[in-house]
């Protein structure tokens, strides 16, 4: 049982790093599933442990106030105030993950800026 704390935690946390943006890939590049994992495993490798920590941290960070609630309120009041904040906290948790993917995609393709890797996309005029 030793053996497999010491082995298969450091794996977890190091596949949940590198599995962590397949849902960003899947929606910014337009992926199916098994190249959204490709594409997070690539974006990730070299940062995985930076990653996981930064993740693990921006959980603790939005998690914590669901927490708070949970550990020192009981009832319906409560998780009425918890699915408000889970409302609130879900969008900007969504932004942080997408961001830091884009940014990551940019740092490994060279390219300074956000908006140079993924320009706006133009609609051609409606013809009647």
Do not use: N
Request: aromatic letters at 12%.
């Amino acid at each position: 049982m030793l053996l497999i704390s010491i082995v298969g935690i450091p794996f977890a946390c190091r596949t949940a790093g590198r599995w962590a943006f397949g849902t960003q890939a899947i929606i910014v590049d337009h992926v199916g599933a098994e190249e959204a994992i490709s594409k997070s495993s690539e974006i990730v490798s070299g940062h995985g442990w930076q990653v996981f920590g930064i993740l693990t941290g921006t959980v603790l960070l939005f998690a914590a106030p669901d927490t708070f609630l949970s550990l020192f309120f009981a009832g319906a009041p409560e998780t009425l105030l918890a699915i408000f904040i889970s409302a609130i906290l879900a969008p900007v948790v969504a932004s942080f993950l997408l961001l830091f993917y884009l940014r990551l995609d940019a740092y490994k393709k060279g390219i300074a800026s956000i908006s140079a890797l993924h320009p706006p996309r133009t609609r051609k005029p409606a013809s009647f």
